[in-house]
């Protein structure tokens, strides 16, 4: 049989099937010196002597460390339009490291409803004429693209405290405020909750429990894979004069033609060239 781990309390281990049936499992004592599973992996399980067993943890697309989850499909940034103000740097950044674990970046804009300034609206249309998905939220209303955009796959949500990303999940599924609330309680006492991960079912999508992407940490991103972590990007990394080109300074770029024709927003081009900056710098100094 197959099936996802959602949960892993200790050495227990919950696994929900394609049916949404959950099983109750442990781990097969050989399993554990190959592979840490992680809520997120697709498992093999069998019934033996009345329990289900898992037999092997299956091939991963991803694996985030924090939450430690696996085979992540998309990472939801969770953006406000003011309160806290919208960040077109820490956007950008996200998409990067977002984008480097090979995750699906999507915007999510939040309080739409409140009365922001022209400037934050063009910078909002400048993301929903580029190539990442955006949804846009109010208080009152909930966007059905979202429930959309959650059904069927395994996200993270990120983005500041204070954006909205609790509300957005109580809207969706009110059970999911109780539950996160219980785990940290549970946390707070100091129980064996040695390792806890755990995906919560959201529509009829799964959703990680904790916010991925919190640091913004280049380091482990090289300087020529970086220009492959921008979507707007991507449709003219093809055709610069030189292989390696990092569309910095060199002649017969098409990233730089592309932003000088208004193609690619300068502001992305921007942010671009200072995370490189980050990045060779280290490379320098090491
Ligand atoms: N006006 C408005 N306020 C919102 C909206 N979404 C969230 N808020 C408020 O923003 C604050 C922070 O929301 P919360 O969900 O706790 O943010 P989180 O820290 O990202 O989980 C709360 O006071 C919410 O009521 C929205 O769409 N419109
Ligand atoms: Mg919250
Ligand atoms: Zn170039």
């Not at 190959?34 to 694996?63: C, H, M, T, W």
């Not at 090979?102 to 999510?108: E, M, Q, R, W």
């Not at 300034?117 to 009152?140: L, P, W």
């Not at 991103?221 to 990092?246: S, V, W």
């Amino acid at each position: 049989m197959k099936a996802r781990i959602i949960k892993i309390v200790s050495k227990e281990y919950t696994l929900l099937d394609e049916d949404m049936n959950k099983y109750d499992a442990i781990l097969m004592g050989k399993i554990r010196l190959q592979i840490v599973p992680s809520a997120g992996d697709f498992v093999e399980f069998e019934e033996i002597d009345g329990r289900y067993v898992i037999q092997k943890i299956l091939p991963r697309s991803n694996k985030l460390i924090r939450p430690s989850v696996a085979n992540v499909d998309q990472a939801i940034i969770v953006m406000s339009t003011k309160d806290p103000d919208f960040s077109i740097n820490l956007v950008d950044r996200l998409v990067m490291l977002i984008m480097h674990e090979n995750i699906k970046p999507v915007l999510c804009v939040t309080k739409c409803d409140l009365d922001y300034s022209d400037e934050i609206e063009e910078m909002i249309q400048e993301y929903e004429r580029g190539n990442i998905q955006v949804i846009r939220t109010a208080k009152t209303s909930l966007d059905p693209s979202l429930a959309e955009i959650l059904s069927n796959r395994v996200s993270v949500l990120t983005g500041q405290s204070g954006v909205g990303k609790s509300t957005l999940l109580n809207k969706l599924n009110p059970e999911f405020h109780l539950a996160t609330q219980k785990t940290s309680k549970a946390l707070g006492r100091g129980k064996h909750t040695t390792r806890h991960n755990e995906l919560f079912i959201v529509g009829s999508g799964l959703v990680a429990d904790t916010p991925g992407f919190s640091s913004l940490d280049f380091s482990h991103i090289e300087k020529d894979e970086l220009a492959h972590t921008i979507p707007d990007f991507i449709p003219y990394l093809t055709g610069c004069r030189f292989n390696d080109c990092i569309h910095e300074n060199e002649p017969g770029c098409k990233i730089k033609e592309a932003m000088e024709k208004g193609l690619i927003p300068v502001n992305r081009y921007n942010n671009y060239i200072e995370v490189l900056r980050v990045i060779k710098n280290r490379r320098e100094k090491y």
